[in-house]
């Protein structure tokens, strides 16, 4: 079941104004530049910020996303009409040949059990023609970031047009490695409605990752740190094998 933030209609109108700053992107879009890429496949699009800021890069794009009300906020945006939404996830894609595929924020961490993930891999290298490369970025598990995680230093008051105040904060709910939930509160000022949102990411080292994707017919070009986040994340470059 997808989090409440992507599939409830109401917070998934919002999610754009709470999570305005994806300056997360730009290394992305640098990185689909790097390997010269004019088709991509989009996983877990959510409300396609990225989407079509490649479609406005000239890439032809096919983006997917389990969660309806993510999808139509996506649909609603300039060049939308010009990507390829798709409802469902890596597993249950048309077929596809792209050159470049990606799972941006914590879109890898999100498949919680071996299954889950291997097959989400597996889906991704079948879009891909032979050589394509796979994108993605984790959280650094021995950085701990969710001891960050905290209602003082997450709490934040937002104005959003057409929806007035909105308060919101993070709450760590439960660590029980490799898994960490947390719970996401907004609180709608105009008629006190209040709206929580739970998520459980999981934590994978660095060589397990490695090991999923060579399972999966990929080979480990490249482990970077994420530019804007130095020594919180690692982007994973993977290309397929023949």
Known sequence: MADAIFEERRLADIYDAVDSNRSDLDAYLALVDEFG??????????????????????AEVTAVDPTVASLDVARRKPLAEQVRWVAGDATTLPPLQVELSTMTGNVAQVFLTGEEWDATLRGARAGLRASGVLLFEVRDTAREGWLEWDPEQSYRRLTIPGVGAVETWVELTNVSSPFVSFRITFVFKTDGAVMTSYSTLRFRSRAEISDSLQAAGFVVEDVREAPDRPGREFVFIARRTS
């Open 37 to 58: 890429a004019r088709s991509v496949l989009d996983i877990g699009c959510g409300t396609g910020t990225f989407a079509c800021l490649l479609v406005k890069g000239g």
